[in-house]
């Protein structure tokens, strides 16, 4: 929505760069953090639903421990750690915005590039058979094959954004930022994606709450 709205309404302003040349795709730095509505949106759909995040990840966690061999659970404890940093990280690119304060913006960015990679290559790695307590359930092999997938495609997507970012700011191209605001779109949604294979992971289990606490069977 971000996106759309920034390409109806803030167009030119969004697509200007220090080159100077033309470009057709704001980045979500720009389409975020820049303009109104569109910073409010974003803001209150993270700050809304990062609680729920971090309810999924102790879920996530949960079913690890389940799943996984004991030999392996200092690396399930790094690879849920790494998806906290992730989850702090976008809270806090989202509130500290590129044009509110960039150095901070870019260091949140940064981390939350770099500790989603390496969770979904953990995790990935950590939900093969191999490493497993018990035999797959079909759903979660189609979890485990999707999971690679989002993950082979997120890190091509992104080294071709870092590649045109580089470029942009060397060469100023025409439409070479485009390519670097689009490539940085399908970044977004196959980390989207990655996370979204936890349907298929809890799929069959219940949550239960009471005063006792959270109970996952």
């Known amino acids: 929505m971000c996106i759309i709205l920034t390409m109806y309404k803030d167009f030119d302003r969004a697509n200007h760069t220090h080159c100077n040349v033309p470009n057709i795709f704001p980045s979500i730095s720009a389409s975020i953090g820049n303009y109104e509505p569109q910073r409010t949106i974003w803001k209150t759909a993270i700050y809304i639903h990062a609680p729920i995040r971090f309810f999924i990840i102790y879920l996530r966690w949960k079913y690890y ?8 659970s200092v690396i399930v404890n790094v690879a849920v750690s790494l998806n906290v940093i992730e989850n702090l990280s976008l809270v806090g690119l989202s509130y500290w915005t590129s044009s509110l304060n960039y150095p901070f913006h870019e260091v949140c960015f940064k981390t939350f590039i770099g500790t989603s990679i390496f969770y979904m290559l953990l995790t990935s ?3 093969t058979q191999y490493r497993r ?19 082979s495609i997120n ?3 992104f080294t071709i954004a870092a590649y045109f970012f580089l470029r942009h ?3 100023c191209e025409p439409y070479v930022y485009s390519m670097f605001g689009f490539s940085e779109y399908i970044v977004v949604f196959s980390n989207i994606a990655f996370h ?22």
């Open 65 to 72: 421990r389940e799943i996984i061999l004991d030999t392996f």
């Open 125 to 127: 790695v950590l939900v």
């Open 133 to 151: 307590k018990s035999h797959m359930t079909r759903l979660e092999r189609n979890s485990v094959k999707l999971k690679w997938r989002a993950f």
């Open 155 to 157: 890190v091509v997507s």
């Open 169 to 171: 700011n060397r060469l």
């Open 196 to 217: 979204m294979t936890t349907v298929y992971d809890l799929e069959r289990r219940n949550i239960y709450l009471s005063t006792r606490g959270i109970r996952l069977e």
